[in-house]
């Protein structure tokens, strides 16, 4: 027999119904000297639209980027990917500034992971990065798969650096399970959140 | 006395149905030369219901080869002709890794008190797996005392078979409400794609 925690939920919201969102948690991970963070379900047709929320992110390794894959079909995460990274950074005791296109951060039809945050976090105590991703209709098999990040962190030379990074999984198989990991060394510790947007 | 129609919304939503995020209007272009949202047009909030809007559009794809993505504001009149002005930067690298990528000003597509309609996207093309993704923010287009702000970013995979990347922002310098919005391209038409509408509460 059903019982009300089991229908309770089971109801249709009119649309003026007040305290309903698009925007649905669909997982929280919690870091804590992982090697890898994947999200290995969830990523399918139920929506256009997925981000990504980055909190507090820390490595275990001084000097080391945020990075992501895509998995497209095997269990590995190497899709192939065509992308653009620039960021603007400014030191903490105020000697330079900067706002330059990183060749070395992009990539061109390459299978590796992606460089998405910063290009030298620092692991001091308090120094972190945070950010999204968003990654548009990944269950899709006619186009290329289109996301798009923006993250800010706390670098190891002591400065604030604003990364901007776009681009494409240049494959028409779908996108189910998407992972994060450091250049080098643990995610020490942080928060990943993946949200569907209806 | 309270009836049910009173009280039946007034529950617990479990974890994550929750949320400011609220969807208005979802659109599927198909051959069409342009897609407007309309304030009071099928279901289409675009008032002062809500401070900021959000406009997603997903997987864009082109009738014709070489085009750009844009959008216009109607602020008044039929005509999505809003007075902008307006900033634009991009990006591009091949995926042959041949020459420098690009991270350039946009002079040639920002606007300054244009009518035209504002470029969101570098080229197009009409390959079968080439498309376009990203989501423009407009904030507050009812007021009348204020210019009307907005906020883009997109990625594309161009004909030129690169990865571009556009941000832009500027605001319509007028004073009138901004009561529907526009989306086409410069050439030809919306082949497919998906166009949402979010109001944040």
Not at chain 2, 180 to 186: D, G, L
Request: charged share 15%.
């Amino acid at each position: 027999m059903a019982t009300y925690a089991s229908i309770k939920y089971d109801m249709d919201l009119s649309s003026n119904a007040t305290g309903t969102g698009a925007m649905t948690l669909l997982s929280t991970q919690t870091a804590s000297s992982s090697s890898t963070i994947s999200f290995t379900s969830g990523i399918d047709s139920t929506y256009k639209e997925y981000v990504f929320k980055f909190y507090d992110i820390h490595p275990a390794t001084n000097d080391t980027e945020l990075q992501v894959g895509f998995r497209d079909g095997s269990t590995a995460y190497d899709a192939t990917k065509t992308t653009t990274y620039f960021n603007s950074l400014h030191y903490e005791n105020d000697s330079a500034t900067s706002l330059a296109y990183v060749a070395g951060h992009d990539q061109a039809q390459a299978t590796g992971f992606l460089k998405i945050i910063t290009t030298g976090l620092g692991n001091d105590n308090d120094q972190s990065c945070a950010g999204e991703l968003i990654l548009y209709d990944p269950s899709n098999t006619t186009f290329v798969k289109h996301f798009i990040s923006r993250g800010t962190a706390a670098h190891q030379e002591d400065l604030t650096q604003d990364v901007f990074v776009a681009g494409y999984c240049n494959v028409t198989a779908a996108i189910d399970g998407v992972q994060f990991k450091m250049s080098s060394g643990d995610i020490d510790s942080g928060v990943i959140k993946l949200y569907g947007i209806s | 006395m309270a009836t049910y129609q009173d009280s039946r919304y007034n529950i617990a939503l479990p974890s994550g149905a929750g949320g400011s995020l609220v969807h208005i209007k979802t659109i599927a272009a198909s051959s069409d030369s342009t897609i407007s949202f309309v304030d009071g047009t099928s279901d289409v909030v675009l008032d002062n219901t809500y401070r900021t809007y959000i406009f997603k559009f997903i997987n864009i794809h082109a009738g014709s080869d070489d085009v750009l993505f844009s959008v216009g504001f109607r602020d008044g009149s039929t005509a999505y002709d809003a007075t902008k002005t307006t900033t634009l930067f991009q990006t591009e690298h091949n995926e042959s890794d041949s020459g420098t990528p690009v991270f350039t000003y946009a002079t040639g597509d920002d606007l300054a008190q244009g009518t035209g309609f504002q470029v969101m996207t570098r080229n197009l093309g009409t390959g079968n797996d080439e498309c376009a993704s990203g989501e423009l923010w407009l904030f507050n287009p009812s007021s009348t005392t204020y210019v009307k702000h907005f906020m883009f970013k997109s990625n594309i995979n161009s004909n030129d078979d690169s990865s571009d990347a556009s941000y832009g922002a500027g605001y319509c310098n007028v004073t009138a409400a901004i009561d529907a919005v526009q989306f086409k391209f410069n050439s030809g038409n919306i082949d497919a794609g998906t166009f949402k509408l979010y109001g944040i509460a």
